[in-house]
């Protein structure tokens, strides 16, 4: 058997991906999420707190509502239904510290948890203090100019 009719066989036994369905539900999932996170938003701001104290807030629960979800074994879920409209990134991202450190827990506190904690999310945000302390110091360098 050849390569080409190896590669042939092998997409003919290969499952057809719903690529349509997989894009639908990403949108509708992706956008309950951003819904959620809107409704969570103009409730801080009902409630008068400062429309910036409520942006931080209203990421700082979208954080944590993920990491619960993550926590309860729930997040997954969606994920596997929603594909990629599980990625609106800041419940995504909190999904990635959290779930490596569920994974890994019953390799204790220090060596399970806080070493596999960040082993996704580490990069990210390294790159993110670094290129802020960077964009900080251009910033402050061309003010003072």
């Not at 992706?30 to 707190?49: D, E, K, R």
């Not at 104290?53 to 209203?58: E, G, I, V």
């Not at 990629?84 to 994974?103: D, H, K, Q, W, Y």
């Not at 506190?109 to 990210?124: E, H, Q, W, Y």
Request: a negative charge; aromatic letters at 12%.
């Amino acid at each position: 058997m050849t390569d080409k009719e190896y590669n042939r066989l092998v997409q003919d036994m290969a499952p057809k991906s719903p690529i349509w369905k997989d894009c639908i539900n990403a949108f509708w999932v992706g956008g309950l999420i951003c819904a959620i996170a809107q409704l969570i938003l103009n409730g801080y701001l009902a409630l008068g707190i400062e429309k910036n104290d409520a942006f931080t807030a209203t990421s700082m629960s979208m954080v944590v509502l993920s990491a619960l979800l993550t926590g309860l074994s729930l997040y997954d879920d969606i994920a596997k239904f929603a594909g990629a409209g599980t990625l609106v990134p800041i419940t995504g991202f909190a999904n990635s510290v959290a779930a490596p450190a569920v994974e890994f827990k019953t390799e204790g506190f220090v060596l399970g948890v806080g070493a596999k904690m960040f082993t996704i999310a580490g990069p990210v945000i390294v790159y993110g203090t670094v290129a802020s302390v960077i964009y900080g110091v251009i910033y402050w360098i061309t003010t003072i100019l």
